[in-house]
């Protein structure tokens, strides 16, 4: 009875949910006998309940927010994925905000700034942050080659070279290190430390770059057989590359080796057909042998591909000088010289034409320029020279004469001109000993097989018999197709010369592959090329004198179209 009224009282108070009530309970029944094993058995109860949860309770969800971590690189990955995402701006606020977190000393952000502000073409600042980068962090190679990229845009190469060569203590198996400080020896002109540069980052890893600046340092010396094994190496590891390939074909048509050249250029094409350089290059080939309409449709394909290029509307101009239509090839030399005023060559054809149409000072005008660029080149003193017979000032132009022989003693039209010079002054002794000059030239031109032009041959002839020489048979008469192949002089040894008409656009083409894109390492603007020289415009008399002469004089009015209309190539 008692252990019923218990379990009631229990039940009634509710006891089972709460420990301290269970002691309650033993308390008041602790000295009932019949108890004993009952209180037992509920402190066991109690104990076990209390061990246990309640189950009406339930864990914290979590807070859905990054906790707030006391690190400076905490924001890196956003600032990574603006700047990959090319949103700089958003980039430059995570960045202030990094930065203004951390006091300056988050690198990373640092570092993508001073990249932010390179790519502004804020150079200054950015060497600046790189600097502060190499103090964060100095033992890294990463920041030292940035510091000397930031002075080698700045054109402070000796400067970069010190620094790459610190990152190089830290990295010696980077081959990009090796391959700048090639680039920098090169703007330096020291050649010989730059091939010792690039070929060590050829040994480290093999890039297409890297061949392109070896090749282009070997044309810089001349050396243009080393140049074109470089070149060649590099299409075997990069076959698909049209910038190599366009360039081995160029150098194969300078040597004439057009199966080999029209292959490389056909490659280039097959594998981008808007490669303008070699379509460029094709059309110059066809302007080359004649096909002026042919390569005016070629020059129209580039044009929407490059439309302000110089090398383009040079050529375009050369094709309607070819075709006799003079004020339509003015028009494009003048358009490509404000485009490139300081290239020589455009002003040499300015010269040529305006000559041709006897417009004697403009054309004075354009070659006195052309001569201050290029002074070392011959045949620009010899169309001074022919002008300023024109304006009758023969002194000038004796001394013209004197320094284009000087210059290149291989050119017979040179000797050939300044007889007949001479021979319309009434200094029919110096005409003679220039005419023997130029025989002597011509019989070593014919050693090598270069056939001449046959008005040049024609006009020879007339002025040896003027000068009661009689027919000095030293002309080889060209066949009926020599208007198809390239004329010129008899050697290469005039180092000097440089491709005329067409071949601004190969020299283009070739400097182009050659360095870096417009947007990598700034070279030289074109490679050495040897020229065929082409006939050019003899001077006419000042005065009436004897048949024979006047024939020179009528005979010289159609010589430059007959040069620049074939569009030399080298």
């Not at 033993?26 to 108890?35: N, R």
Request: net charge neutral; hydrophobic share 40%; aromatic share 10%.
């Amino acid at each position: 009875m008692s252990m019923c009224l218990f379990w009631t009282h229990i039940r009634h108070q509710n006891y089972l949910n709460t420990s301290g009530l269970f002691v309650y309970a033993i308390y008041l029944h602790c000295k009932m006998s019949h108890f004993k094993i009952l209180i037992h058995l509920l402190l066991f109860k109690t104990f076990q309940t209390a061990s246990l949860p309640a189950i009406t309770e339930h864990p914290k969800a979590r807070s859905g927010r990054v906790p707030d971590l006391p690190i400076v690189e905490k924001r890196n990955w956003l600032i990574h994925l603006y700047y990959i995402r090319k949103d700089y701006d958003l980039c430059k606020i995570a960045i202030k905000e990094q930065l203004q977190e951390t006091h300056g000393m988050c690198e990373y952000a640092v570092y993508v700034q001073a990249l932010i502000f390179r790519l502004e073409g804020k150079i200054h600042e950015s060497l600046e942050l790189f600097q502060t980068c190499a103090i964060l962090r100095p033992r890294s190679a990463d920041n030292l080659k940035q510091v000397a990229r930031s002075l080698f845009l700045l054109g402070k190469h000796k400067a970069a070279i010190e620094v790459y060569s610190d990152a190089a203590q830290y990295n010696q198996k980077d081959w990009e290190i090796c391959h700048n400080l090639g680039v920098c020896y090169m703007q330096l002109k020291y050649f010989n430390k730059a091939k010792d540069q690039l070929n060590n980052a050829l040994q480290l890893n093999r890039h297409d770059l890297t061949y392109m600046m070896l090749g282009k340092i070997y044309l810089l010396e001349g050396n243009k057989d080393k140049a074109i094994e470089v070149y060649r190496k590099a299409v075997e590891f990069s076959p698909e590359n049209t910038e190599l390939l366009t360039t081995l074909g160029l150098l194969y048509l300078e040597r004439e080796d057009y199966q080999k050249a029209f292959e490389h250029l056909g490659n280039a094409l097959t594998y981008d057909p808007s490669n303008y350089k070699a379509i460029l290059a094709a059309g110059s080939m066809m302007q080359t042998h004649g096909d002026f309409d042919v390569a005016l449709t070629k020059y129209r394909v580039v044009a929407c591909a490059v439309p302000e290029s110089p090398p383009l509307w040079n050529n375009i101009g050369m094709c309607f000088f070819g075709k006799k239509k003079y004020v339509a090839a003015i028009s494009c030399l003048k358009r490509a010289n404000y485009l490139a005023p300081f290239d020589w060559k455009i002003l040499y054809n300015l010269g040529l034409v305006h000559l041709t149409m006897q417009q004697y000072a403009s054309a004075f005008h354009f070659v006195s320029a052309a001569v201050h660029l290029q002074p070392k080149f011959a045949e620009l003193y010899m169309l001074l020279a022919v002008a300023l017979t024109n304006l009758e000032d023969g002194e000038n132009a004796k001394l013209a004469y004197q320094k284009a022989s000087a210059l290149d003693t291989c050119n017979p039209l040179i000797n050939l001109n300044y007889a007949i010079l001479l021979c319309n002054q009434g200094d029919k002794k110096e005409a003679i000993l220039q005419y023997y000059e130029m025989k002597k030239k011509v019989q070593a031109s014919k050693e090598g097989t270069v056939e001449f032009d046959p008005e040049m041959v024609d006009v020879a002839q007339r002025l040896g018999a003027a000068l009661q020489l009689g027919e000095v048979a030293v002309w080889t008469k060209p066949s009926k197709d020599s208007k198809s192949k390239p004329r010129g002089t008899a050697s290469g040894k005039s180092s000097s010369a440089q491709p005329l008409g067409s071949n601004q656009a190969l020299g283009q083409a070739m400097s182009s592959a050659a360095g870096y894109a417009k947007t990598m390492i700034q070279g030289s603007g074109n490679s050495t090329q040897t020229a065929k020289v082409p006939s050019l415009p003899l001077e006419p008399k000042p005065n009436s004198e004897p048949d024979p002469e006047e024939d020179i004089e009528e005979s010289e009015q159609s010589e430059p179209s007959q040069a620049a209309g074939q569009g030399k190539n080298s």
